[in-house]
């Protein structure tokens, strides 16, 4: 570490950096969608893009990531590297970023994630931004973003020097109320942990894959280096609700309280119907009516698909957080103030008990008449 | 032994939250709690001391009037409070703000026993990263995402939550952990504890202080020792609404399959 200086921010020529996380030998999907937007990231830098992947044996998953866009793969790999722990992750990671010295370095916001993004920053002194939902380099495309996707008068959005080379990182904040952009302009490498399920994977491109390159750096680590030991790793029995990849998501509020077994029986038989999947908002996993994996919203997961309908959901900011990029939003409510409606293509004030059950039978109608 | 647990007061982001018309949040209007994750960190704690006799020692960093949160957390049984204020600390991020609250630890006095608790994150920055900061700016072993916490001896074995699971994990103090609201259930003030609270040690930090720790150097605290600046800050829009269906009968049903029909939604 000593001859280590994060200011130096002119010597960081290392190119833009995805950390590949992998459990039990199977890369996380977040691995694939950080490569596609670190490409793109890249290509607006002008650099190389890399990913740097940790584990035991697990070089064989290194080239996939090249058919999303990495030009090579930094492949660390020990036995004491086998399950994540904070201390050996961090460890490694800082050794080959002290050597290699990536301009950008992104990692998946995963609870994992989330735990080696600070450690490491600490580490290497240098900024990191936490489950940014928005990345860019070139000031006109951030400028874009903007003009889409905020409140700024046209004039404050004109008015950003357009040199600005930085990595934007833009997250929300306050439960959703407010987006913040942030730059780390006096260190390198600029991190940021990216939420899940937010940027869009790349086709796999097979030709991309066979010229990726494997580096194998060096680094030094051993057991003292380790504090904490793994005793077990236990995965869910039973198999966890894929929210953030369905194209229909049916998610159930505080208004199933008055039956909870009925309203998420009925919210599963739409589900079945549209061919999707069941969510939740908070308030339904707090109470214990689901398991968290069900979990749409800032403290859940963020989804994006075709239809997402709302049942007796009310429709706070940090639920509208996680499933208002929807293609088309449907919510039933009873109270026809509730927030939810803001938001939705379609609304229904009524009972979801009544009003659920002809809707099962209305879709069923319209997709045999099709 | 002593439990140190970092606890942050924020706005109550769950109720109305104002923005100003500069895109920067409007505080003054808001209502303040403690930060949800900190509280199951200090049942923890309260917990642990049950069980052990240890000592609670709440710490946060913040304006004067953080004070009345941390008298709230002795009269729930902490055992005394330190306040981290000062000029100096604003505008601190995630990296400044650990360099802080870990001079702070060192003030209070970290021995071989100890155990730092912080809440997993915050609601009002959801970033997840003071915690881990603090641990590595004083070399301790970290565990976050903690669902349970079992205490034995020197050895804390403790599960820790992923996505699609968790992991045992054992580790030895002095350690930090951070907590989750699944750990367990926050009590409630006692009467005896809301007579005790101002009875109770409390003490400001601020700059002098603090100033002879290594940590606190006025490149690395603060707004000017902040490694992330804000850019630009502003309110996403809000998705226009779309129409509302007359009725809740079996009509609107039908009406409502052929508007996704018509869009091939179904």
Known sequence: MSNFNSAAIEEFNGGVWVFCEQRQGEMMSTSYELISEGRKLADELGSKLYGILLGDKVEGLARELGGYGADGVYVCESPLLKNYTTDAYTKVICDVVEQYKPEVMLIGATNIGRDLGPRCAARLHTGLCADCTHLDIDVPKYKEFLRSSSTLAPNMIDNIKEDDRNLKMTRPAFGGHLMATIICPRFRPAMATVRPGVMKKNEFDKARADACEIIKPLFTLSADDMKTEVTEVVKAAKKLVDLIGAEVVVSVGRGISKDVQTGLKLAEELAEVLGGVVGASRAVVDSGWISADHQVGQTGKTVHPRIYVALGISGAIQHKAGMQDAECIIAVNKNAAAPIFECADYGIEGDLFKVVPMMIEAIKAAKAAK | ?266
């Open chain 2, 1 to 266: 032994m002593k439990i140190i647990v970092c606890v942050k007061q924020v706005p109550d982001t769950s109720g109305k939250v104002a923005v100003n018309p500069d895109g920067t949040l409007n505080r003054a209007s808001m209502a303040t709690i403690t930060n949800p994750d900190d509280l199951n960190a200090v049942e923890a704690a309260l917990t642990l001391k049950e069980q052990t006799g240890a000592e609670v020692v709440v710490v946060s960093m913040g304006p004067p009037p953080a004070e009345g949160m941390l008298r709230e957390l002795m009269a729930r049984g902490a055992d005394r409070a330190v306040l981290v204020s000062g000029r100096e600390f604003g505008g601190s991020d995630t990296y400044a703000t650990s360099q802080i609250l870990a001079a702070a630890i060192n003030k209070i006095g970290l021995e071989d026993e100890d155990i730092v608790l912080c809440g997993r994150q915050a609601i009002d920055g959801d970033t997840a990263q003071v915690g881990p900061q603090i641990a590595e700016k004083l070399g301790l072993p970290q565990v976050s995402y903690a669902a349970e916490i079992v205490k034995d001896g020197k050895t804390l074995t403790v599960k820790r939550m992923l996505e699609d699971g968790y992991m045992t994990v054992k580790v030895s103090t002095p350690c930090l952990l951070t907590c989750i609201k699944e750990l367990n259930e926050p009590r409630y003030m006692s009467v005896s504890g809301i007579f005790e609270c101002y009875s109770k040690p409390y003490e400001v930090y601020d700059y002098e202080t603090l100033k002879d720790d290594p940590l606190i150097d006025a490149t690395t605290i603060g707004l000017k020792g902040s490694p992330t600046n804000i850019f630009k800050s502003f309110t996403p829009p809000q998705k226009g609404a779309g129409m509302m269906m007359e009725g809740a009968d079996k009509a609107t049903c039908e009406q409502l399959a052929g508007l996704l029909a018509a869009k091939h939604l179904i």
